[in-house]
Nanobody, 126 residues
């Protein structure tokens, strides 16, 4: 079974940085995508960023220029570097995976994703 483990959340002041990590196990797919989503209290889960197995990256407009997604295939890890954090970034962050990435997959659409990890809380104080 595929398992995803997100970590790295915490409390940070506005303008600060955090790096989230997503560890994948049970992984044996050739063409896939891993995404980061977040959910704030009372709001729907929204896509933040995604990286595909061939290195394409996608970002929500709200985080472009501040967040950077990367992956380490050898370690089965995906990272989300979050800089210039704002109070509006406060949410539970989840990593998720699309097992077979094909043309037409919407990278930031949560309904496209097959597997989900548990969340990690990110709190940005003003």
């Amino acid at each position: 079974d595929v398992q995803l483990q997100a970590s790295g959340g915490g409390l940070v002041q506005a303008g600060g940085s955090l790096r989230l990590s997503c560890a994948a196990s049970g992984w044996h797919f050739d063409s896939y995508g891993v995404g980061w989503f977040r959910q704030a209290p009372g709001k729907e889960r929204e896509g933040v960023s995604c990286i595909t197995s061939d290195g394409r990256t996608y970002y929500a407009d709200s985080v472009k220029g501040r967040f950077t997604i990367s992956s380490d295939h050898a370690k089965n890890m995906v990272y989300l570097q979050m800089d210039s954090l704002e109070p509006e970034d406060t949410a539970v962050y989840y990593c998720a995976a699309v097992r077979l990435w094909v043309a037409g997959v919407e990278p930031l659409n949560k309904d496209e994703y097959d597997d989900w990890g548990q969340g990690t809380q990110v709190t940005v104080s003003s």
